[in-house]
């Protein structure tokens, strides 16, 4: 029995031919699964640096307030009357973002 397994051919192609369908998998995944994953983390990374007071957010438990102080990973957030100390990355959205406003007191032309 040993025999007959040992002088079966060699498949056609050699071993890259094998792995094809394997790299194939896996830019697939890469294109479809990794890649977008990734372009969203940066881009809510991105949303959570640009917090600033006055805006209004949504945190991941749904509550929605007004960003009254901000601090390097912690916000304090009113939530109709209420303070509420929130962490930065627990927030899901950013509603309305709020202009900064212009203090220099010159009209721009």
């Not at 479809?32 to 959570?48: C, D, E, G, V």
């Not at 957010?57 to 209420?82: A, P, R, S």
Request: aromatic share 6%.
């Amino acid at each position: 029995m040993f025999n007959l397994i040992m002088q079966s051919a060699p498949p056609a192609g050699g071993a890259f031919v094998q792995f094809v369908p394997l790299i194939l998998i896996g830019v697939i995944f890469y294109f479809l699964l990794i890649r977008p994953q990734n372009q969203r983390m940066k881009a809510h990374r991105l949303m959570l640096s640009e917090i600033v007071r006055g805006d209004t957010i949504v945190t991941n438990g749904g509550l929605v307030g007004k960003v009254k102080k901000v601090n390097d990973d912690e916000l304090t957030v009113d939530f109709g009357g209420q303070s509420i100390q929130v962490v930065r990355n627990m927030v899901a959205d950013v509603r309305n973002k709020t202009m900064p406003a212009n203090d220099t007191g010159k009209k721009k032309k």
